[in-house]
Antibody, heavy 119, light 106 residues
Framework: EVQLVESGGVGLQPGRSLRLSCAAS????????MHWVRQAPGKGLEWVSL????????YYADSVKGRFTISRDNSKNSLYLQMNSLTTEDTALYYC????????????WGQGTLVTVSS | AIQMTQSPSSLSASVGDRVSITCRAS??????LGWYQQKPGKAPKLLIY???TLQSGVPSRFSGSGSGTDFTLTISSLQPEDFATYYC?????????FGHGTKVEV
């Protein structure tokens, strides 16, 4: 059974940094592209970032480019999101999601981890 | 970035109704579009990918159509478990972008 379990979400002040983690199991982690998607309270979905199976390619939403860094450790079946210079606009539930084969994207999701940025 | 305009933002429907939700891209995205369903307090669920391909395990009452800039998600006969919010996503180029969502209510 595919499982994605996010962790690391906390409440913190603007300008601080935070690292989110996603532990993957139930599939061959290093075969698949992985993503972070976020959802502000009461709002819609926002794609945040993507990393290819081997970490060689990464892409970001304009809203986080230059502040967030996605990475993965295939030896630990883990995905990460390093978030710097956080603002109140980054307050959201952060989901880890997996791409499937071919054109299939976000076929599995975690339960999310909540990041609250407030002064 | 490509803008995805989803409509309507909400709709009221009854069990058994045929429901259609549209998504318009600000530029040609071929058929690089997916549809997702989200229920309150839950992670989204993939329904359709490549504009019209039903994800494994998704009921056949869901269907997707369109290419280029205009896309439609149709639920042929709305069931009680279908009351949820639906999102489209373009994965044609980066940054990927979601529509703002359509809430399907009783």
């Amino acid at each position: 059974e595919v499982q994605l379990v996010e962790s690391g979400g906390v409440g913190l002040q603007p300008g601080r940094s935070l690292r989110l983690s996603c532990a993957a199991s139930g599939f061959t982690f290093d075969d698949y592209t992985m993503h972070w998607v976020r959802q502000a309270p009461g709002k819609g979905l926002e794609w945040v970032s993507l990393i290819s199976w081997d970490g060689s390619n990464t892409y970001y939403a304009d809203s986080v480019k230059g502040r967030f860094t996605i990475s993965r450790d295939n030896s630990k079946n883990s995905l990460y999101l390093q978030m710097n210079s956080l603002t109140t606009e980054d307050t959201a539930l952060y989901y880890c999601a997996k791409s499937g084969n071919g054109y299939i994207h976000f076929d599995y999701w975690g339960q999310g981890t909540l990041v609250t940025v407030s002064s | 970035a490509i803008q995805m305009t989803q409509s309507p933002s909400s709709l009221s429907a009854s069990v058994g109704d045929r429901v259609s939700i549209t998504c318009r891209a600000s530029q040609d995205i071929r058929n690089d579009l997916g549809w997702y369903q989200q229920k309150p307090g839950k992670a989204p669920k993939l329904l359709i990918y490549a504009a019209s391909t039903l994800q494994s395990g998704v009921p056949s009452r869901f269907s997707g159509s369109g290419s280029g800039t205009d896309f439609t998600l149709t639920i042929s006969s709305l069931q009680p478990e279908d009351f949820a919010t639906y999102y489209c996503l373009q994965d044609y180029n980066y940054p990927w972008t979601f529509g703002h969502g359509t809430k399907v209510e009783v």
